[in-house]
């Protein structure tokens, strides 16, 4: 989906610390075939003070499993579960869409602890 034209309303910085986003790294990935659409089940390890979480992905069109074993990735771990199909979601892994709409993941440029905090 791409970006919209009409620019957000603003934020505090308050608002922005309210949103937990941390570095997990990718434990296991695997298809998803019960998502509407095309999508992975990750397990991502956000390090000792949060733990494992699970997500559903729609990030399959740039990567398959086997590349997002051990990748690092950028995670909200502060919203909700959300049912998705047979699975619970327990965080939101971030992207980018590109330019034909596929997500492209938002990651560290290199390595960090897990469970480090985005500021």
């Known amino acids: ?3 919209s034209p009409t620019p957000p309303a603003p934020i505090t910085f308050d608002d922005f610390l309210a949103v937990d986003l ?4 990718v434990m296991s990935a695997e298809e998803f075939p019960q998502a ?3 999508a992975y089940i990750l397990h991502v390890d956000f390090g000792p003070e949060i733990g494992v979480k699970k997500s559903s ?3 399959t069109v740039h990567y398959t ?3 997002l ?3 690092l990735v950028v995670g909200v771990v502060n919203f909700p579960p959300r049912q998705i199909g047979p699975i619970r979601s327990e965080c939101l892994i971030t992207g980018f869409h590109d330019a034909s709409g596929a997500v492209r993941l938002c990651q560290p440029e290199g390595e960090v602890p897990l469970g480090a905090r985005l500021l």
Not at 22 to 25: E, H, L, P, S, T
Request: aromatic share 0%.
């Open 22 to 25: 941390r570095v997990g790294r």
């Open 69 to 71: 074993v051990g990748r």
């Open 57 to 59: 992905a729609q990030i």
């Open 65 to 67: 499993p086997q590349d």
């Open 36 to 38: 509407r659409r095309p």
């Open 1 to 3: 989906m791409p970006d």
